[in-house]
């Protein structure tokens, strides 16, 4: 099995109640090697009536402190990497380029969040616009993002708009979006950057991870050598989700690495 893990949540995001530690004892449990703590900071995320203001960020330094003690305390059983995911918007490059720079994070995922606005998580894009318009929409400006925004290592879970779609992905493929995606995936590596295999799709009810894989084995035609892998965890019991089927799905798009990132930089490991 893959034994790292490197998207993961925990009460430092919004979204998660799981506790630094508790994800860290999890993932011993699992057996992991190594994992990367990645939680949100989204810069400018849209005050929402079931959240309000100030959602999806937290404070750098107290972050740091909590997780460089985990580091130490359990050093010995695991390799605990730090990182945060980042909501990508087109006018935030330069407030990224500082943040980023500012924190000695290992990793940086970018992901694209919002929309028009609005993140698909709470449905009103797809009440206006409908699950084909609303996905076009989403890469359009995921491409825009991808150009204006420099300082992250991959790109996240690509298609992740369609977890909340309506009718999920019975209005999308590959094929479909080919030339959006293409653009997306030309720019990304033009940039240096990779993408992340996301078995979340898996537990939101997809049948498949982020991106879809003929999206990786597309990345993988046109040149793309940087892929991590991430569970999207946000408990404990969601660490390494699905990592059974990974390897495979690697191995059928044509890859004989996936990627770790220590002090912002590319590691390759072969598939097992």
């Known amino acids: ?16 109640t799981a506790l630094p530690e508790e994800m860290v004892k999890g993932a011993i449990q699992k057996g992991l090697r190594s994992i990367c703590i990645t939680d949100h900071y989204d810069k400018d995320y849209p005050a929402h009536r079931e959240i309000g203001e100030g959602a999806f960020l937290f404070h750098p330094d107290q972050y740091f402190e909590e997780l460089q003690r985990l580091k130490k305390k ?12 980042i909501g990508l918007q087109k006018h935030l490059g330069k407030f990224y380029k500082e943040f980023v720079t500012k924190h000695p994070f290992d990793f940086v995922i970018g992901s694209l969040h919002i929309v028009k606005g609005m993140d698909p998580y709470y449905q009103e894009i797809f009440q206006t616009y409908g699950d084909s318009k609303a996905y076009q929409m989403a ?36 094929k479909k979006y080919a030339d959006v995606l293409d653009e997306i995936l030309k720019t990304v590596i033009s940039k240096g950057k990779g993408i992340e295999m996301n078995m979340s799709g ?51 798009c044509g890859f004989k690495y996936y990627t770790e990132f220590y002090g912002r930089k590319p590691i390759f490991r072969q598939l097992p």
Not at 3 to 14: E, G, K, N, Q, R
Not at 143 to 170: C, P, Q, W
Not at 220 to 226: A, N, R, Y
């Open 139 to 174: 890469f359009e400006e995921m491409l825009e993002d991808v150009k204006s925004v420099d300082d992250f290592d991959v790109l996240g879970h690509i298609d992740y708009v369609t977890r909340y779609g309506k009718n999920k992905t019975a209005e999308y493929s590959y």
């Open 1 to 16: 099995m893959i034994s790292s893990d490197f998207h993961m949540h925990t009460s430092y995001s919004t979204d998660s």
């Open 202 to 252: 898996y537990k939101y009810g997809l049948g498949a991870c982020h991106p879809h894989p003929d999206v990786l084995k597309r990345y993988k035609e046109l040149g793309g050598e940087i892929l991590t892998i991430g569970s999207d965890g946000h408990s404990p019991e969601q660490i390494a989700y699905a990592y059974e089927k990974a390897p495979h799905i690697l191995k059928i």
């Open 74 to 85: 359990y050093g010995t059983q695991i390799q605990i990497q730090i990182g945060v995911e």
